[in-house]
């Protein structure tokens, strides 16, 4: 019985061993199946600072916009209050933009109100893009989410979500590193305005000083951010287009609902380019 088990215990260590380099090289250990990286082994605190530190760039053109907004609506004759309230519930530069210059004394409301949702009717378009990755947040975190979705951040943290794509194959959110945009630029978008508000009154019209330019630079670096080759920005193309077209052929803010619907349709029609 010796001899026999001498002779099966390198045979049973060679199967033991192979069992090992199978397993090794086929990724089943408990140790390989999950691999550990920098990014997932992060707290919700650097995740913060990771998102703050990502849109903080961004927020040297957004200032300015923020100026001119502000100095528009305390010429108007709103107050500091006014214009921080307005900025802080809204949360939406270009239909702030488009009240303001809609504002009279009385004010037409409807008209600021239907003008301000066709400026923010991109808004649906954005909402659907980021509804795949929220399914994990709970109904109150995705209102909150959504509330804060302001282009830069959508822009943002719709890259980084697709990045989560390639490395785990969630695509969720990182709701600390969304909070660390949100943060980033809700608070510089307030103080803007505010001091614009302040200011504006006593420094005339803010156009002549070359401010308003901040408005296309930024959307300029969003687009840069978001490129995916010259395929994939054929739905931008003809968005641009369509609004061009009726920028210069009517009047009123249509051009964005229309340029905003003609982009949505040709990303259905090409499924291709969805996610340009």
């Not at 901040?214 to 054929?234: Q, R």
């Not at 803010?253 to 259905?268: C, D, I, M, Q």
Request: hydrophobic share 50%; net charge positive; proline share 5%.
């Amino acid at each position: 019985m010796r001899n026999l088990r001498d002779k099966t215990e390198p045979a049973e260590r060679a199967v033991n061993f192979g069992q090992f380099e199978m397993n090794a090289l086929t990724s089943e250990g408990p140790e390989r199946s999950k691999p550990r990286t920098a990014k997932s082994l992060s707290g919700p605190l650097s995740e913060v600072r990771r998102g703050a530190l990502r849109i903080a760039p961004l927020l040297i053109g957004v200032a300015p916009f923020g100026l001119v907004l502000g100095a528009q609506a305390g010429q108007k004759g709103l107050s500091v209050v006014e214009v921080a309230l307005m900025c802080g519930l809204n949360f939406a530069g270009g239909s702030e933009f488009v009240a303001i210059e809609l504002w009279r004394n009385p004010p037409l409301l409807f008209l600021i109100v239907g003008m301000t949702f066709l400026v923010n009717s991109r808004h649906l378009l954005m909402g659907a893009t980021l509804a795949p990755r929220m399914r994990t947040l709970s109904a109150r975190r995705a209102s909150l989410t959504l509330f804060f979705m302001a282009d830069e951040i959508w822009a943002f943290g719709l890259e980084e979500a697709r990045s989560r794509d390639q490395e785990y194959a969630t695509g969720q959110l990182s709701l600390p590193y969304y909070a660390g945009l949100a943060a980033g630029l809700y608070g510089t978008w307030l103080i803007s305005t505010t001091v614009g508000a302040l200011v504006g009154p006593r420094v005339g019209n803010p156009q002549v000083l070359g401010l308003d330019m901040a408005f296309p630079a930024v959307f300029l670096v969003i687009l840069k951010g978001l490129w995916k080759g010259h395929k994939a920005a054929i739905p931008w193309v003809v968005s641009l287009a369509v609004a061009v077209a009726l920028h210069l052929s009517i009047s009123g803010s249509w051009y964005v609902a229309g340029g905003t619907v003609a982009g949505l349709t040709v990303a259905y029609l090409f499924p291709g380019q969805k996610e340009c």
